[in-house]
């Protein structure tokens, strides 16, 4: 969500690189890390 590569080294493109060029890209680490932990949380 920072920088569009992945952990193992690939590139995010298309649309989604525009969601992290124009837009993620900007939020604070922790506003990043509050998005990640939302999106990882267990639902019941
Ligand atoms: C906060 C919002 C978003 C988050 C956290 C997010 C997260 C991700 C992640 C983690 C991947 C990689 C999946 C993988 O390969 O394992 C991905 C890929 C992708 N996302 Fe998003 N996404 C967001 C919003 C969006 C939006 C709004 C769009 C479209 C307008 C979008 C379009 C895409 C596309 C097209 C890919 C595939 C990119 C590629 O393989 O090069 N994403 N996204």
Known sequence: ???GITPDGDVLG???GEVI????????AEDRKAIAT???AETD
């Open 38 to 40: 939302y999106l990882m």
């Open 21 to 28: 060029r124009d837009g993620t890209g900007f939020l604070s």
């Open 1 to 3: 969500m920072s920088s």
């Open 14 to 16: 298309g649309s989604m």
